[in-house]
Each structure stands twice: as structure tokens, then as C-alpha cells.
């Protein structure tokens, strides 16, 4: 198991930029595909990014391919979210999610492992 925790939400404006910080620690991380996820307020939760356990490959949702920007350090066990060119409906709460795998997954039931959550927030 991995304790995961997630930072760097917030408030922004439509066109604005964050960038999302996961810690992770409990176990080897490296070896270990993470994701990103996201949940707005009545919708179920969505696949946002992926990145495999090497780093070597990233998988994006069209909703965000090209804003969007995934990536790891694993010397520092920590896992990001680059957001730029952030719109209203990005709006949701954001996830980081740890696979048991090093394969590159996108659907939630491959994740064991879940943070609690960041709130991002877009103004039109």
C-alpha cells in the first residue's frame, strides 16, 4: 500500500495555470504507474493523465491533451499535474492515484491506491 498526498489546487481564472503535487510514500515507487484523476460535483470520477512506472510514456484524455502535462521525480517520490490553459469546466476535484503495476493504466479499477483530493477551481 501507498499513502498518497496530493497539493496545489485552488481558485483560478479561465486561461490561468497550477500545477498539481502528489507525495507519495509506503512502498517503492518508482516502479509503479500513477494517474490522475478527476471528479466534478453530480459526474463520476475521469481519467486525466497517466504516466508509466519508467516515465518513458504518458496518456492523456482528449479533454486535456495539450493543456495538461504529467510527470514524475521518483528521488523524490512525488508525482505532477502541469495544468495550463485551465477553463471553467475543469472545475472538479483532483486525484492522485498510484497503479500496482508499471503498466500505464486509465480506468480507476487499476489504481489500489488514492489521495484525498485537491480542489481545483476555474472562474469563467
Known amino acids: 500500500q501507498v499513502q498518497l498526498v496530493e497539493s496545489g489546487g485552488g481558485l483560478v481564472q479561465a486561461g490561468g495555470s497550477l500545477r498539481l503535487s502528489c507525495a507519495a510514500s509506503?512502498?517503492?515507487?518508482?516502479?509503479?504507474?500513477m494517474g490522475w484523476f478527476r471528479q466534478a460535483p453530480g459526474k463520476e470520477r475521469e481519467f486525466v493523465a497517466a504516466i508509466s512506472g519508467s516515465g518513458g510514456h504518458t496518456y492523456y484524455a482528449d479533454s486535456v491533451k495539450g493543456r495538461f502535462t504529467i510527470s514524475r521525480d521518483d528521488a523524490k517520490n512525488a508525482v505532477y499535474l502541469q495544468m495550463n490553459s485551465l477553463k471553467p469546466e475543469d472545475t472538479a476535484v483532483y486525484y492522485c492515484a498510484a497503479s500496482s503495476t508499471s503498466v500505464l493504466r486509465t480506468h480507476p479499477v487499476n489504481f489500489g491506491s488514492w489521495g484525498q483530493g485537491t480542489q481545483v477551481t476555474v472562474s469563467s
Open positions: 509506503g512502498r517503492t515507487f518508482s516502479s509503479y504507474a
